[in-house]
């Protein structure tokens, strides 16, 4: 079974500051990932993703990820936060082989951001 | 505009009292699915659909049901609700053209309380 594992269920960092938010993954078989942003009162809207290729992985409002297989890990970065990134965090693991295309979430990151 | 929608967005109901909540896509996805979404919890697959007239249940099934008699709708059939139903809800779709994985799409969510 595939398990994602979400370091720390709150992070706050200072406008300016850098943006790293932690995923590791669990996964038989060569994963598809995703983190996914949930602003408040929202639906989950898809920041990136990784299937296959390239592991440097860039996405929307300057938010990139980077997947290392050796760590299992695919933790999402963005050099300067800013305070329109204030949400919750999701990342996601679907297995690339299977008939189900269900998504498996973390437990999500709450991102604030001072001023 | 390409989205999913989902009705009723919040609906308090009572113990017993049958409810549906409506998920509808305009993409002519062949795959739509059901989560909620608990506190600490993330988003659990509740059933999925590959295609009309084609389910099968996700990782939290009990107590609920679903339908997919149209391609682009895909309800929630809560039969007997139960206060431990009491969560967020999104509907999903995606494309499986050609065989690879393409993005979901999420609804906006339906917050139900049942007391």
């Known amino acids: 079974a595939q398990s994602v594992t979400q370091l720390g269920s709150h992070v706050s960092v200072s406008e300016g500051a850098l943006v790293l938010l932690r995923c590791n993954y669990s996964?038989?078989?060569?994963?598809?990932l995703f983190w996914y942003v949930q602003y408040p009162n929202q639906g989950l809207q898809l920041l990136l993703k990784?299937?296959?290729?390239?592991?440097l992985v860039k996405g929307i409002n300057g938010f990139e990820a980077e997947f290392k297989k050796s760590e299992t890990s695919f933790h999402l970065t963005k050099p300067s936060a800013h305070m329109s990134d204030a949400a919750e965090y999701f990342c996601?693991?679907?297995?690339?082989?299977?008939?189900?295309?269900?998504?498996?979430f973390g437990k999500g990151t709450l991102l604030t951001v001072n001023p | 505009e390409a989205q999913v929608t989902q009705n009723p967005r919040y609906l308090i109901t009572v113990t017993g009292k049958k409810l549906t909540v409506t998920c509808s896509q305009n993409?002519?996805?062949?795959?739509m699915s059901w989560y909620r979404q608990d506190p600490g919890l993330g988003l659990r697959q509740i059933y999925y659909?590959?295609?009309?007239?084609?389910?099968d249940k996700g990782d939290v099934p009990e107590g609920y049901k679903v339908s997919r008699k149209e391609k682009r709708n895909f309800p929630l059939i809560l039969e007997s609700p139960s206060p431990n139903q009491t969560s967020l809800y999104f509907c999903?779709?995606?494309?499986?053209?050609?065989?690879?994985?393409?993005?979901?799409?999420f609804g906006p969510g339906t917050r139900l309380l049942v007391l």
């Open positions: 996601a693991v679907s297995d690339s082989g299977g008939s189900n295309y269900k998504l498996t």
């Open positions: 996964s038989s078989v060569p994963p598809y």
């Open positions: 659909s590959m295609n009309v007239e084609v389910t």
């Open positions: 990784y299937t296959t290729g390239a592991t």
């Open positions: 999903a779709s995606m494309g499986l053209s050609g065989g690879s994985l393409e993005t979901q799409y």
């Open positions: 993409m002519n996805h062949e795959y």
